[in-house]
């Protein structure tokens, strides 16, 4: 769905918002992109708090309708594609799996593609994102995607120049090749300033259920901030485009970035409630004399709670 555009504001470029670089927070310093001091807008004063009450009351409410949403999409035989980037530790993985908490597994799926094989390598590369896509119904949430090769592949050097110019000429086509084919596409980038991501990276170091997220990939980027600063703004001019706009999502706050995700996911595909009638148990099966086997006969796990 394209953004509405506001009466009398000049039409934007083909090459997408950014032909100026466009700094996540704290990323880049101001005076590097324009001598004259920025004033702060209202979007960049503090906000307040978002209890934990207040967070799970919102996200209740939400979960009812992402199941509205999702038996329209399966009703209505929709195909959805969800693209979730951004930073390492920027809280992609943390808003996916709240989307798909609710959802049912059989017609919605993560697509989170570990790195490529040594066949995968000398395949087309859109290839082995192409067999994941959604058929009638479903709905696919891309943790990572295609853009890998605009952000690490480039960063890291794991591409050659020569990939990642064609990768900037051939995305857009691809992207408006799934939309003429009836993919509804969204792509979400998630914006985290150096010193958030810093404190989860050492929240991560602490936390033994966290270590693995993170990564010598992870611990090499955050050492690169700038060189994926430059690469994200180069993605966005060439791949932010009417037809699969980016939409960015200010992270800092977990909370508030999970609810105003979905929030905004709902609102890209108009849906009504197909909430059945209630449903109306029939009563069990009259007992015809069966015996059970001695519970003695089947073994149980240990029960030490």
């Not at 934990?52 to 979960?63: G, H, I, N, S």
């Not at 991560?204 to 966290?210: A, E, F, G, N, Y």
Request: hydrophobic share 35%; proline share 9%.
């Amino acid at each position: 769905m394209a953004k509405s555009k506001p009466q009398g504001e000049k039409s934007r470029p083909t090459v997408g918002r950014n032909r100026r670089p466009e700094r996540d927070a704290l990323d880049i310093p101001a005076a590097a992109l324009d001598a004259r001091p920025a004033t702060p807008g209202p979007e960049a004063r503090p906000t307040p708090g978002l209890s934990t009450k207040q967070y799970e009351a919102e996200l209740r409410r939400l979960d009812v309708e992402l199941v509205k949403w999702e038996e329209w999409i399966k009703a209505r035989g929709l195909k959805v594609v969800v693209i979730f980037e951004g930073r390492d530790a920027a809280g992609k993985g943390g808003a996916i799996k709240r989307i798909m908490e609710p959802l049912n597994p059989r017609f919605a799926r993560v697509a989170a593609l570990p790195a490529p094989t040594e066949r995968e390598r000398t395949q087309w590369y859109f290839q082995r994102y192409v067999v994941h896509l959604p058929a009638a119904g479903e709905i696919v949430l891309f943790d990572r995607s295609w853009y890998n090769r605009a952000g690490v592949e480039r960063v890291m050097g794991f591409c050659t120049e020569d990939e990642y110019q064609e990768f900037l000429r051939s995305c857009p086509e691809f992207e408006r090749m799934l939309v003429r084919s009836g993919i509804i596409l969204i792509k979400y980038w998630f914006s985290v300033s150096d010193a958030e991501q810093e404190r989860r990276f050492q929240d991560r170091l602490s936390d033994p259920t966290k270590r693995w997220k993170l990564s010598p990939m992870d611990v090499e980027s955050r050492a690169r901030w700038l060189d994926y600063s430059k690469a994200k703004d180069e993605m966005f001019a060439h791949t932010d485009f009417k037809q699969a706009p980016w939409w960015v999502v200010r992270s800092d706050d977990k909370k508030r970035a999970r609810l105003n995700v979905i929030t905004h996911l709902l609102s890209q595909i108009p849906y009504e409630d197909l909430t059945p009638e209630p449903i109306v148990l029939p009563p069990r099966q009259k007992d015809t004399g069966y015996v059970r086997p001695p519970m003695s006969d089947q073994t149980f796990i240990p029960e030490p709670f």
